[in-house]
C-alpha cells in the first residue's frame, strides 16, 4: 500500500506535535491550566488572522460559523413596509463558486433578503461593482465575501473590496476557511469586520473547529439585532472568551491540537507562510502550463489550484489512479465542474519535495492513460520557479 499524500483543499495533513497533543489524557476544561491554553490559543489565533479584533471559538465546521456570522450580523427581512420598520435584513452577497454560493443559501434560510453580485466560476469580483451595489442598495447591512474560493481555486481582492466596504455603512464579512494561512489576510488593516476560518485547512488540524475574528463596528450591530440563534449566539462566545473559555464544552482534543498547531505557525512567521504558498502556487501553474493544462481561475488563488483535465482524460479514473499507485489524494471538481478538474493544495505542512514529486506523478498517470507526455516537463517547469525562489 502507498504511502498517503494529501494534497486536498482540506483536510490537511497534520502536524506530529499537534497528533501527538490529542494523544493525551483529556482535561477538564473549567481549570486555571485548561483557560491558560485557551488564552494562548486565542493569541495564537490573532496573530494568525493579523487582528486586534475579538477571536472566538467554535466546535463546529466552518460552515457552523459561516451560519453563526450570518443570523448574528443581519437581521431577517420584515414583511412591513419601508417607513414602517421594514425593510430591514439586507445582504449582499458576493457569489463565483461552490462556497462563496453558501453565503446565500445561509441568509435565505433564515429569511433574509439577498442581493446577488455573482460571476461565472472562475471568475474574481471587482471591486468597483461591489461599491455600485452598495450605493444601489443603502440599506445593505453586510457584505459576504470570500478570500479564497476552494471549488475554483480563485484568490479575491478582499483588500480591494475592503476599501469600498469601509466608504459604506456595510460590514465586510469573509469566509477564509481555506485562505487563511495560505493566502496574505490582514484582518485589520484591510476592514474585515468579521472573518471566518476553518481548522482543517492551512491551520493544520484535524476537522471540526472554527473561529471567527469579530471586530467592534460588528459587535454593535451584533447587540442590536434579536438573534435567531442559541449554540451560535455570538454574545455567549464573547463573554466566555473574556474569562478564557467557550460557553459550551469544546472540543477538547482538537483545542490541544490547535495549541500545537499555532506556536508552529506562529514560529514560522505569517509573511514566510504566505510566501511559501506563493511560491508553491506558482510553481503548480508552471508545471501544469508545461503539461499543456489550464487553471480554472482567472485571477489565482494562492495556497490552491483548480486545474482543467485534459480532454480524453476520464478526471475520476486519473484521481483513482494517482491514489492507487502513489497514495496521492487530490481534490475533484464540484458542481459544474465536477469531472472537469481536479485541485492541487499547497497549503500546511506540504513543501517544495512534495510538490515536486505531486507533479512527476501526474506526468507518469497521465502518460500511462495515454496523453502525450513529455516525462520531467512539468518538474522541470516547476523546478525553475522553485530554483529563482531559493534563498
Given at each position: 500500500?502507498?504511502?498517503?499524500?494529501?494534497?486536498?483543499?482540506?483536510?490537511?495533513?497534520?502536524?506530529?506535535?499537534?497528533?501527538?497533543?490529542?494523544?493525551?489524557?483529556?482535561?477538564?476544561?473549567?481549570?486555571?491550566?485548561?483557560?491558560?491554553?485557551?488564552?494562548?490559543?486565542?493569541?495564537?489565533?490573532?496573530?494568525?488572522?493579523?487582528?486586534?479584533?475579538?477571536?472566538?471559538?467554535l466546535a463546529s465546521s466552518g460552515t457552523g460559523a459561516m451560519e453563526a456570522a450570518v443570523v448574528n450580523l443581519v437581521p431577517r427581512a420584515s414583511p412591513l413596509p419601508k417607513g414602517e420598520g421594514g425593510g430591514r435584513g439586507k445582504a449582499l452577497v458576493l457569489e463565483s463558486g461552490k462556497f462563496s454560493e453558501r453565503w446565500r443559501l445561509i441568509a435565505e434560510r433564515f429569511g433574509i433578503d439577498v442581493v446577488r453580485y455573482e460571476l461565472p466560476w472562475g471568475e474574481a469580483f471587482e471591486a468597483a461593482e461591489v461599491d455600485r451595489l452598495l450605493k444601489q442598495h443603502p440599506d445593505i447591512v453586510a457584505v459576504f465575501s470570500t478570500l479564497q474560493e476552494t471549488s475554483t481555486g480563485v484568490g479575491?481582492?478582499?483588500?480591494?473590496?475592503?476599501?469600498?466596504?469601509?466608504?459604506?455603512?456595510?460590514?465586510?464579512?469573509?469566509?477564509?476557511?481555506?485562505?487563511?494561512?495560505?493566502?496574505?489576510?490582514?484582518?485589520?488593516?484591510?476592514?474585515?469586520?468579521?472573518?471566518?476560518?476553518?481548522?482543517?485547512?492551512?491551520?493544520?488540524?484535524?476537522?471540526?473547529?472554527?473561529?471567527?475574528?469579530?471586530?467592534?463596528?460588528?459587535?454593535?450591530?451584533?447587540?442590536?439585532?434579536?438573534?435567531?440563534?442559541?449554540?451560535?449566539?455570538?454574545?455567549?462566545?464573547?463573554?466566555?472568551?473574556?474569562?478564557?473559555?467557550?460557553?459550551?464544552?469544546?472540543?477538547?482534543?482538537?483545542?490541544?491540537?490547535?495549541?500545537?498547531?499555532?506556536?508552529?505557525?506562529?514560529?514560522?512567521?505569517?509573511?514566510?507562510?504566505?510566501?511559501?504558498?506563493?511560491?508553491?502556487?506558482?510553481?503548480?501553474?508552471?508545471?501544469?502550463?508545461?503539461?499543456?493544462?489550464?487553471?480554472?481561475?482567472?485571477?489565482?488563488?494562492?495556497?490552491?489550484?483548480?486545474?482543467?483535465?485534459?480532454?480524453?482524460?476520464?478526471?475520476?479514473?486519473?484521481?483513482?489512479?494517482?491514489?492507487?499507485?502513489?497514495?496521492?489524494?487530490?481534490?475533484?471538481?464540484?458542481?459544474?465542474?465536477?469531472?472537469?478538474?481536479?485541485?492541487?493544495?499547497?497549503?500546511?505542512?506540504?513543501?517544495?519535495?512534495?510538490?515536486?514529486?505531486?507533479?512527476?506523478?501526474?506526468?507518469?498517470?497521465?502518460?500511462?492513460?495515454?496523453?502525450?507526455?513529455?516525462?520531467?516537463?512539468?518538474?522541470?517547469?516547476?523546478?525553475?520557479?522553485?530554483?529563482?525562489?531559493?534563498?
Amino acid at each position: 500500500m502507498p504511502k498517503q499524500r494529501l494534497f486536498t483543499p482540506g483536510p490537511v495533513e497534520v502536524p506530529q506535535v499537534a497528533l501527538l497533543a490529542m494523544a493525551r489524557q483529556v482535561r477538564h476544561h473549567r481549570t486555571p491550566e485548561f483557560r491558560a491554553t485557551m488564552g494562548e490559543v486565542f493569541e495564537g489565533l490573532k496573530y494568525a488572522f493579523q487582528t486586534e479584533n475579538d477571536v472566538l471559538v467554535l466546535a463546529s465546521s466552518g460552515t457552523g460559523a459561516m451560519e453563526a456570522a450570518v443570523v448574528n450580523l443581519v437581521p431577517r427581512a420584515s414583511p412591513l413596509p419601508k417607513g414602517e420598520g421594514g425593510g430591514r435584513g439586507k445582504a449582499l452577497v458576493l457569489e463565483s463558486g461552490k462556497f462563496s454560493e453558501r453565503w446565500r443559501l445561509i441568509a435565505e434560510r433564515f429569511g433574509i433578503d439577498v442581493v446577488r453580485y455573482e460571476l461565472p466560476w472562475g471568475e474574481a469580483f471587482e471591486a468597483a461593482e461591489v461599491d455600485r451595489l452598495l450605493k444601489q442598495h443603502p440599506d445593505i447591512v453586510a457584505v459576504f465575501s470570500t478570500l479564497q474560493e476552494t471549488s475554483t481555486g480563485v484568490g479575491h481582492d478582499i483588500e480591494a473590496i475592503g476599501r469600498v466596504v469601509r466608504k459604506s455603512p456595510a460590514l465586510l464579512v469573509v469566509d477564509g476557511i481555506s485562505g487563511v494561512g495560505a493566502m496574505e489576510c490582514r484582518t485589520d488593516a484591510w476592514g474585515i469586520d468579521v472573518l471566518v476560518v476553518g481548522a482543517q485547512k492551512a491551520m493544520m488540524t484535524p476537522p471540526g473547529l472554527a473561529f471567527l475574528a469579530v471586530s467592534p463596528p460588528a459587535w454593535k450591530q451584533i447587540e442590536s439585532i434579536e438573534r435567531p440563534a442559541f449554540y451560535f449566539d455570538l454574545l455567549a462566545y464573547r463573554k466566555a472568551a473574556q474569562a478564557g473559555e467557550t460557553p459550551y464544552t469544546p472540543a477538547i482534543p482538537l483545542i490541544e491540537a490547535i495549541h500545537e498547531s499555532l506556536r508552529q505557525i506562529r514560529s514560522a512567521g505569517m509573511e514566510t507562510l504566505w510566501a511559501k504558498s506563493r511560491t508553491l502556487s506558482q510553481a503548480t501553474l508552471a508545471g501544469i502550463a508545461a503539461l499543456g493544462m489550464k487553471p480554472v481561475a482567472k485571477r489565482p488563488a494562492e495556497g490552491l489550484s483548480a486545474v482543467y483535465t485534459p480532454e480524453g482524460i476520464d478526471t475520476k479514473a486519473f484521481l483513482a489512479r494517482l491514489e492507487e499507485r502513489f497514495g496521492i489524494k487530490l481534490g475533484g471538481g464540484q458542481g459544474p465542474l465536477k469531472g472537469k478538474i481536479f485541485r492541487i493544495a499547497q497549503m500546511g505542512l506540504i513543501d517544495e519535495v512534495d510538490l515536486l514529486g505531486c507533479l512527476a506523478a501526474i506526468e507518469l498517470v497521465l502518460l500511462e492513460m495515454g496523453q502525450a507526455v513529455v516525462l520531467g516537463s512539468a518538474v522541470a517547469a516547476a523546478g525553475q520557479v522553485l530554483a529563482q525562489r531559493i534563498g
